[in-house]
């Protein structure tokens, strides 16, 4: 395969280009996405597809998963060790059969993990009543994700403000 012209060369910088390139016998044509990669016309790249934003099915079963994830561990799992927790996020895959489900709990850090790890075992059967409450065609594979977020640290930071507020009157 021989390299474009000069002047279509020139047209590759822009965002989204058309180019021809080949010789007698052979011709491909190829576009050049926003990631600057380029590819067969009606073939992105791995890198367009990462920038595509969900679609409105995705957004409304990972909205759907959340409320009844959350509700059914609060209702219907029955273990102790599980604390004080809050599903943060779910993320649904593009065919909506894999799920990654963000948990974070508040509490110590063997607080945290106990809760956690209960809600990890939990996970089959979360599956199992998921299945039967949500109304799609394949309930999306679960996956839990500890979700660390800063803005739950206000015990933390109360407590150290409580600390320095007795260092200060001593």
């Known amino acids: 395969m021989k390299a474009c012209g000069s002047r279509q060369k020139r047209l590759l910088n822009s965002p989204k280009?058309?180019?021809f390139c080949g010789d007698s016998h052979f011709a491909v044509?190829?576009?050049?996405?926003?990631?600057?990669?380029?590819?067969r016309p009606g073939r992105?790249?791995?890198?367009?597809?990462?920038?595509?934003?969900?679609?409105r099915r995705?957004?409304?079963v990972e909205n759907l998963l959340k409320q009844d994830i959350d509700e059914i561990i609060r209702r219907d799992v029955s273990d102790t060790r599980i604390g004080f927790f809050t599903v943060t996020y779910v993320n649904?895959?593009?065919d909506l059969k894999h799920s990654t489900?963000?948990?974070s709990v508040i509490g110590s850090k063997q607080?945290?993990?106990k809760s956690f790890n209960a809600i990890q075992n939990a996970c089959g059967y979360i599956h199992h009543k998921l299945a039967k409450k949500s109304l799609l065609k394949y309930t999306p594979d679960i996956k839990f994700k500890y979700d660390d977020m800063p803005e739950l640290r206000v015990e933390e930071i109360l407590t150290e403000i409580k600390k320095k507020e007795e260092n200060g009157r001593d």
Not at 29 to 39: E, R, T, W
Not at 46 to 55: H, N, V
């Open 58 to 60: 995705q957004k409304q």
């Open 44 to 55: 992105e790249s791995q890198a367009l597809r990462e920038l595509k934003i969900k679609t």
């Open 92 to 94: 649904v895959s593009k």
């Open 17 to 19: 280009t058309l180019c």
């Open 101 to 103: 489900v963000g948990i």
């Open 29 to 39: 044509l190829l576009f050049k996405d926003v990631a600057g990669v380029f590819s």
């Open 111 to 113: 607080e945290q993990e």
